[in-house]
């Protein structure tokens, strides 16, 4: 696959979950753009509640190897939680979405961010888990935008 077409693939990708989040969380989220430039910053600018989102379209799954990527960016930012969101090939827009977080939701051990203690959760349970964790300011989905939400 050519560097070009590889790059607009995971891009379409980005923008289709950034929406999706929006859609879901009523969170502002937007593609990072220094991602081309400098590394270790995650694919989606804003902080999805406390996760740094690393977004992954390919065909071939490597959850453990885009895990470590993402736990390494979210160490250079500090302050937040890892998160590997990829994208299923072939199916249906609900379906499509998987997100590797940690398990624990407030982490205090270092092994605890091991992929070994990850849980790989579709896209409404990574919903339900974000609004928890923002402190119930959210609604469940309704098709509505929460423009006042901040991360």
């Given at each position: 696959m050519s560097g070009a077409y590889s790059r607009d693939k995971g891009a379409r990708a980005e923008r289709?979950?950034?929406?999706?989040?929006?859609?879901?969380?009523?969170?502002?989220?937007?593609?990072?753009?220094?991602?081309?430039?400098q590394?270790?910053?995650?694919?989606?600018?804003?902080?999805?509640?406390?996760?740094?989102?690393?977004?992954?379209?390919?065909?071939?799954?490597?959850?453990?190897?885009?895990w470590d990527q993402a736990r390494r960016a979210a160490d250079a930012r500090g302050g937040c939680l890892p998160c590997v969101a990829y994208r299923l090939p072939r199916r249906g827009l609900h379906d499509r979405w998987r997100f590797v977080v940690p398990d624990e939701r407030n982490p205090r051990?270092?092994?605890?961010?091991?992929?070994?203690?990850?849980?790989?959760?579709?896209?409404?349970?990574?919903?339900?888990?974000?609004?928890?964790?923002?402190?119930?300011?959210?609604?469940?989905?309704t098709g509505e935008r929460n423009r006042s939400a901040v991360c």
């Open positions: 289709e979950l950034c929406n999706l989040l929006t859609e879901y969380l009523g969170v502002e989220a937007t593609r990072q753009y220094k991602q081309f430039a590394a270790q910053h995650g694919d989606i600018e804003q902080l999805i509640g406390p996760y740094l989102v690393e977004v992954k379209n390919h065909a071939t799954l490597r959850p453990r190897e885009w051990h270092d092994w605890e961010l091991d992929y070994r203690y990850t849980a790989d959760l579709g896209l409404e349970a990574f919903a339900v888990r974000v609004r928890e964790q923002l402190g119930g300011r959210h609604e469940l989905h």
